[in-house]
T-cell receptor, first 111, second 113 residues
């Protein structure tokens, strides 16, 4: 499983766009990139998943460059309720899922 | 009820007690997972069940004993725990083949005294 590196923490203000970058230099050909969000004392929640280029859903966008050695989760116009820990995970989709969570990025959104 | 549910939500137990955590998923998934999240630590995968068969056991002490009687239910039996076992225990489920999206329950906050 590819190892990921993310910033430990980030601060932002309401209404701003937040970009969280994840490095995964040894990503394999079959690996996908997935992001989860976790609020205190709750289980993680799936946000978005992609393989290459750009993926967008109603919550976020995921940008993946051609070499796929990094990815950026973009949260448009954050609000206080986006304060959470964001995890980047990399792995293939075959078989059962063995998610290896890192420390994640603790995002604090301020008024 | 939808999604993944866990009971109890909070549990306080002594080191000599025996208790069980319960997880139920209503999503039709056939893979289920137990995770442990200690304070200020990343989530740690404990066990994985696929089609009711245990396929992963990440060197978890024997005082934690999982049970998966069917694809919708998962238990974690606890006995003679240590204070360092105090943590948030999370259950998750997913489709067995394909897909990387796991659905997590709200967790059980366990305190061992």
């Amino acid at each position: 499983l590819a190892k990921t590196t993310q910033p430990i923490s980030m601060d932002s203000y309401e209404g701003q766009e937040v970009n969280i970058t994840c490095s995964h230099n040894n990503i394999a050909t079959n690996d996908y990139i997935t992001w989860y969000q976790q609020f205190p004392s709750q289980g993680p929640r799936f946000i978005i998943q992609g393989y290459k280029t750009k993926v967008t859903n109603e919550v976020a966008s995921l940008f993946i460059p051609a070499d796929r050695k990094s990815s950026t989760l973009s949260l448009p116009r954050v609000s206080l309720s986006d304060t959470a820990v964001y995890y980047c995970l990399v792995g293939d989709l075959g078989g059962y899922n063995k998610l290896i969570f890192g420390a994640g990025t603790r995002l604090a959104v301020h008024p | 009820e939808t999604g993944v549910t866990q009971t109890p939500r909070h549990l306080v137990m002594g080191m000599t007690n025996k208790k069980s955590l319960k997880c139920e998923q209503h999503l039709g998934h056939n893979a289920m997972y137990w995770y442990k999240q200690s304070a200020k630590k990343p989530l740690e995968l404990m066990f994985v069940y696929s089609l009711e068969e245990r396929v992963e056991n990440n060197s978890v002490p024997s005082r934690f004993s999982p049970e998966c009687p069917n694809s919708s239910h998962l238990f974690l039996h606890l006995h003679t725990l240590q204070p360092e076992d105090s943590a948030l225990y999370l259950c998750a489920s997913s489709q067995d083949r394909g897909g990387y999206e796991q659905y997590f329950g709200p967790g059980t906050r366990l305190t061992v005294t």
